[in-house]
């Protein structure tokens, strides 16, 4: 094989050269032994931008091992431990989410915020943390670490890792007329899209997001509180979830749901939804009004087509009353058409 040399302008053969090479790091030397491909014509080393990175991650490691700082990996595990996802760990240490990402892909961490996550590694110390700064957590997030805190055993799989990293969605996380004075729960945001999978079979994407705004108003309507702690946004179809998009997508990619394209004759591109290989997984359990608040919305709506839903969204007050593109408040679930049987 072959490769282009800048300095004979042509190609040639190459080959391996072990040797030992010097960086600076924050004032530091650091040496490390490289294998260098070198020009077999002039003897000059042709690097690439991958060899470039190769080295500097030896560089970095080495210069970990000398200034004693944690690893990548290190610094992984000890978020894992405690069930944080990067953003809620970030949070809790008052970094950013970006900063606690570069350092577990290899960026060499700062000083201070290598003694900070080091302090991690004693369980009174996140502790401590959690009590102080728990409520910049999600209320899942925040229940999980404190599993983990008590020494509970917890189901430690992808799915759950995904869950983890979905945090990162722009659902409003406050507790207001906004979010039905619930915090934004994605598991059981995914648990009421899989029981109307379950329920109605196969459902569009459409005829999703009225049924998690009915279900949530229902809710809102009857228990003063919202089943989701979803928001939703008034958008011209109707009312849908705020980032529903993200969420069916994640739901998808963690074999929750299944989604099936169809192709209309218009050219459009439909998408249906149906319970996944890894829906049991999830493990919500809805009370038992919660239940008749499902029941109810599927009996209410599962027969109809998506566009007489889609109409009926529009006759409520929930999205007559609210500008277009901005968030409904949960106070029009009083005037909601649907009701519980008396
Ligand atoms: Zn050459």
Not at 30 to 46: D, F, I, N
Not at 270 to 295: C, D, I, M, N
Request: charged share 30%.
């Amino acid at each position: 094989m072959t490769t282009f040399c800048p300095t004979c302008e042509d190609y040639r053969e190459t080959k391996t050269v072990d040797r030992r090479e010097t960086y600076t790091v924050r004032g530091r030397k650091v040496t490390v032994p490289v294998k260098a491909a070198v020009c077999v014509g002039c003897g000059e080393s042709l690097g690439s931008d991958e060899k470039d990175q190769e080295v500097l991650r030896e560089v970095y490691a080495a210069y970990r091992r000398e200034a004693d700082l944690l690893t990548p990996e290190r610094i992984r595990l000890i978020r894992k431990r405690y069930r944080l996802s990067q953003k809620s760990f970030a949070a809790l240490l008052g970094m950013s989410e970006a900063t606690i990402n570069r350092y577990e892909q290899g960026g060499l961490q700062d000083q201070a915020h290598d003694v900070a996550i080091r302090a991690c590694e004693a369980p009174e110390f996140v502790r401590d943390l959690l009590q102080r700064r728990g409520n910049l957590l999600s209320e899942w997030q925040r229940q999980r670490t404190e599993k983990a805190l008590a020494g509970e055993a917890q189901p430690d799989s992808e799915v759950m890792d995904m869950l983890d990293d979905l945090e990162c969605t722009v659902m409003p996380r406050e507790v207001t007329d906004r979010t039905g004075f619930r915090r934004f729960d994605q598991k059981r945001f995914a648990a009421v899209v899989l029981w109307f999978c379950r329920r109605l079979n196969s459902v569009s994407r459409t005829v999703i997001n009225k049924m998690l705004f009915y279900a949530d108003f229902l809710n809102f309507q009857t228990a003063t509180v919202s089943l989701t702690g979803s928001a939703y946004r008034r958008l011209q179809y109707g009312p849908v979830p705020t980032d529903y998009g993200q969420m069916l997508d994640w739901m998808e990619a963690a074999e929750f749901l299944v989604c099936d394209e169809v192709a209309y004759p218009n050219g459009n591109t439909g998408y249906y939804y149906r319970a996944g290989p890894k829906a049991e997984s999830l493990g919500v359990e809805f009370t038992a009004h919660e239940q008749v608040v499902l029941e109810r919305v599927a009996d209410a709506l599962g027969t109809l087509a998506a566009k007489a839903i889609s109409d009926r969204s529009h006759e409520e007050a929930a999205w007559k009353n609210t500008e277009d593109k901005k968030i409904i408040s949960y106070r029009e679930a009083m005037s909601l058409s649907l009701s519980l049987p008396k």
